[in-house]
């Protein structure tokens, strides 16, 4: 019987692809938006991701994501390298500077001045840098006034030319020499990102009495990464300001995958970028009901002689409905792998030939696919109920 | 039933009485209806529209429940039967031709022919193979692999006619077959029916109006508001092909 449904469906060309391309719709707009969603959310957490060697990232206990760094004392640094698990500790600067292009340019018309990222690494042992030199070597990084930028910030300043390492510029009037250009994850503000020394990014911005930005934290082999966030907190932890009270919270530790869970909550609560997307994708998942369902309810109305003659002929109300549910299953197979076939393609023209946001895991496939089964079913249920109650004596009838 | 008389009747209808719709709006269609079919015959049930002819195979069938009365089919009393049991006879022992032919338009001739052994489990591959010996018995040999768009509606019709001996039921429906026809193609399917349907072990009963076919029947029933009129016996009847 599974074959004579699928046959059926196949059979009714114009009816089968406007189930097919309403499924197909409605996977595509999901799969896709919520790929382009998951893609902008990821690039919130860019740096974060490109500085795999951390395992903990200790901060200011206000801080809720990477973007909104409170500068710590240096005394903080000391005080979580003698907390037991912890095998190394080193700081990190993250701050913006104000590049000018033309070194040295007295005509201001003729500079240009772009806003982008120093990421300050531990002088002596360049924790955090990134992990694919492109031209140039992460050593040059030690000579004076060095820095490396990211492929897409370079491309960004310099469009159409040579990748070429030499140039200088200048970051906050102070003088910076390319000496590499490194792959980083694309952030979501875009700016070009500038890697150089620690005290050499402190050079670079305006002088504060507390400049650190956070303290990257490798733990000891065999020891849990959250005992040791937690034993941070604690050891860190300030006096209360009256007997009684619970002690003030000190450093803020979370480990690396806490941060990025972190950080992406901040953007999913304050931006509203889930709920925008997600109307795009309830619209999405409405057409495809709305299309599918008209079409699939028109195909089992056209076909609801031959159903009853096969009931006629001693086919179950069970075997009518598996029927049914076959062909509504056959077009949502097909209309979901069509559907995030083109979503993934699209996805794959866009990041190669493009800067577009889009990042599909398996977390969407399997939610794609949950809508997809869910649109097949809402569709298929006036047809179900419409085969449950068609009296095979109907068919006498005319 | 019992007796062997009762036994060797095909059909054994006694007061059968249907009533559609409740309280002012009901309409009574069959009222005591009592008939008797024979296996090795062809019964014409015949009579004006709306007389009860198709509410009448519609019950004998077990598509329908008699309102009142007892119907009993191949020595079975369809009211003992119910859900699955029924499904389950009407599959195994009866046959159906409608008058749309209602066959699936993206299957074959012979896949169409094929249905009810599908239906009744057997594999598509044998199915199909019987389907086709069928179909040759009623001229369709190369008609085989057509689509039923490309048959004229005689040769539908026969494929439909295939298809309900497919699976040799002891009984089989006809509804109107011949009244999507023109006359010529009319007689062509009667015809067919008396060589290939009438079996010795089989009740072929056909429900029609129109009067040009019913030389081929044995018997003719005639129907009027929901009862029998008069039973003829036709001991001349046409049934050469």
């Avoid at chain 1, 190669?352 to 939610?367: E, N, Q």
């Amino acid at each position: 019987m599974t074959w004579i449904a699928i046959q059926m469906l196949m059979g009714d060309r114009a009816k089968y692809l406007g189930i097919v391309a309403g499924i197909t719709f409605a996977a595509l707009l999901i799969a896709q938006q919520a790929s382009i969603a998951l893609g902008l959310l990821l690039r919130t957490t860019a740096h974060i991701q490109d500085i795999a060697d951390a395992d903990i990232w200790v901060m200011d206990p206000n801080v809720q994501f990477i973007d909104e760094f409170k500068p710590l004392s240096e005394n903080a640094l000391h005080r979580v390298r003698g907390v037991p698990g912890v095998a190394w500790a080193v700081p990190i600067y993250k701050g913006q500077g104000r590049l000018k292009l033309a070194v040295g340019q007295l005509d201001k018309k003729k500079a240009k001045y772009q806003q982008s990222v120093v990421l300050g690494l531990d002088d002596a042992t360049l924790v955090g840098a990134p992990r694919q030199i492109l031209l140039g070597s992460l050593a040059d990084l030690r000579k004076p006034d060095a820095v490396i930028i990211d492929e897409s910030g370079y491309r960004y300043l310099w469009p159409n030319e040579p990748l070429a390492v030499g140039r200088e510029l200048e970051m906050n009037d102070h003088r910076a020499v390319v000496v590499g250009i490194c792959k980083a994850s694309e952030t979501f503000q875009t700016f070009p990102i500038f890697y150089c020394r620690y005290r050499q990014a402190l050079r670079y911005v305006p002088q504060e009495r507390k400049a650190m930005s956070a303290i990257l934290v490798g733990v000891e082999q065999g020891v849990s990464k959250e005992d040791v966030c937690r034993r941070i907190m604690e050891q860190t932890a300030l006096k209360p300001l009256r007997a009684g009270d619970p002690p003030r919270p000190g450093l803020k530790a979370l480990t690396h995958e806490q941060f990025i869970a972190s950080t992406l909550m901040y953007f999913v609560r304050r931006t509203g970028i889930v709920i925008n997307f997600g109307i795009t994708v309830s619209l999405g998942f409405l057409v495809g009901c709305a299309v599918a369902g008209q079409t699939f309810y028109a195909f089992t109305l056209e076909n609801l002689p031959q159903f009853g003659s096969l009931k006629a002929m001693g086919a179950s109300n069970l075997r009518i409905v598996g029927m049914v549910l076959t062909q509504a299953l056959m077009a949502g197979l097909i209309g979901y792998g069509l559907g995030v076939g083109v979503a993934a393609l699209f996805g794959q023209i866009m990041t190669t030939s493009s800067r577009l946001a889009f990042y599909m895991p398996w977390h969407v496939l399997v939610g794609t696919g949950a809508a997809v089964g869910l649109i097949v079913v809402l569709a298929s249920l006036v047809s179900v109920y419409k085969v449950l109650v068609l009296e095979p004596a109907a068919i006498f009838r005319g | 039933m019992g007796s062997a008389a009762a036994a060797e009747r095909a059909v054994i209808c006694q007061g059968v009485t249907k009533d559609f719709g409740e309280g002012e709006a009901r309409v009574r269609a069959l009222r005591g209806v009592d008939l008797e079919v024979n296996p090795g015959q062809m019964t014409l049930l015949v009579g004006p529209s709306g007389c009860g002819k198709t509410t009448l195979i519609s019950i004998i069938a077990g598509l329908l429940d008699a309102t009142a009365g007892e119907v009993t089919v191949l020595g079975q009393n369809l009211r003992q039967l119910r859900g699955r049991e029924l499904v389950r006879f009407r599959g195994q022992y009866i046959g159906f031709v409608f008058q749309q032919y209602n066959l699936l338009p993206a299957l074959t001739a012979a896949e169409n022919a094929a249905v009810p052994l599908i239906i009744a489990g057997h594999k598509r591959r044998t199915a199909v193979a019987k389907a086709s010996a069928i179909l040759e018995a009623v001229g369709l040999a190369d008609k085989i692999n057509v689509l039923p768009a490309q048959l004229s509606g005689g040769q539908q019709q026969r494929v439909a006619i295939a298809r309900a001996l497919v699976h040799e039921p002891k009984l089989l429906v006809c509804d109107e077959p011949t009244a999507a026809l023109d006359a010529q193609a009319g007689q062509v399917v009667m015809q067919l029916l008396r060589r290939v349907a009438v079996q010795p072990g089989r009740a072929v009963i056909v429900v029609t109006h129109d009067n040009r076919v019913f030389r081929f029947g044995d018997r003719i029933v005639y129907m009027n508001d929901g009862t029998i009129d008069k039973v003829e016996e036709q001991k001349n009847r046409d049934g050469s092909v």
